[in-house]
């Protein structure tokens, strides 16, 4: 009975520790979720901006073409106003250069601006693209020294089921399946009796019942919470320190 004890209460223990690895096996990707958050977000927003440089670009050509074009009809006006017969030919050929002089340079104002404040814009997001850039090394290499820690994890975790499923078969049929029901309803299987008290629902058990479990001939459970328990200090003997 006591070799059963033994290899239920380490049945339990590699239990709880494949549980744990399990967990932060699974938990620690998601530590580096806000940094993937916050580059998504800033990328995001990157990418916005980029569209807006491209649309105001793409006017800002618009615009240069039709200063060309108002070049172009501005020579036509000025000839026409060379080869004008009278007044009449003249007054209007003047007319439309002057009108073509006020709108080229209107729309060369109107350019000079659009194209300083693009340069002021291209130099910002080049300058949050390095940003970016950094957080998205930051986050490779968190993701690298992750991937070492889950692997490292991991290792462990195959080490703890060998384990616990070698302690599994070392237990009796029987009471595998208690300690399956058990661990199911109850988180765990297996308590320690300290002083008389069950250690898993505090349950001062009847002295009888301390009496049998101090001749370790049978397994037996806490009357209130069901747990497989034994006498800690005969199953455990505290450890001397040498
Ligand atoms: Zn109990």
Redesign the pocket.
């Known amino acids: 009975m006591r070799e059963q004890l033994l290899s239920l209460l380490q049945l339990q223990t590699f239990d709880v520790k494949v549980r744990e690895l399990d967990t932060a096996a699974k938990q620690l990707p998601a530590k580096l979720d806000p940094l993937r958050r916050d580059l998504a977000k800033l990328q995001g927003m990157l990418d916005i901006e980029r569209a807006k440089l491209g649309e105001t670009e793409t006017w800002r050509k618009s615009q240069q073409e039709m200063i060309d074009r108002d070049r172009e009809q501005l020579k036509a006006a000025q000839s026409k106003l060379q080869q004008s017969k009278n007044s009449k030919e003249f007054g209007a050929a003047s007319r439309e250069v002057e009108n073509k002089r006020k709108s080229i340079s209107d729309r060369e104002a109107e350019l000079k601006k659009v194209s300083e404040s693009l340069a002021q814009s291209k130099s910002q997001l080049d300058s949050r693209d390095a940003d970016v850039q950094k957080l998205r090394d930051e986050l490779a290499a968190g993701e690298a020294s992750m991937k070492d820690q889950v692997d490292s994890l991991n290792a462990q975790l195959a080490e703890a089921k060998t384990a616990r499923d070698a302690a599994r078969a070392n237990v009796e049929t029987k009471w595998v399946k208690t300690y399956d029901t058990l661990a199911a309803k109850r988180g765990y299987a297996v ?1 320690p009796v300290i002083k008389g008290v ?6 001062a ?1 009847p002295p009888q019942l301390n009496n049998i479990l101090a001749r370790m001939e049978s397994i037996e ?7 497989l ?1 034994y006498r800690k200090e005969f199953l455990e003997p505290p450890t001397e320190t040498p």
């Open positions: 308590a069950c250690q898993g629902c505090h349950m058990l459970t806490c009357p209130r919470c069901g747990r328990v």
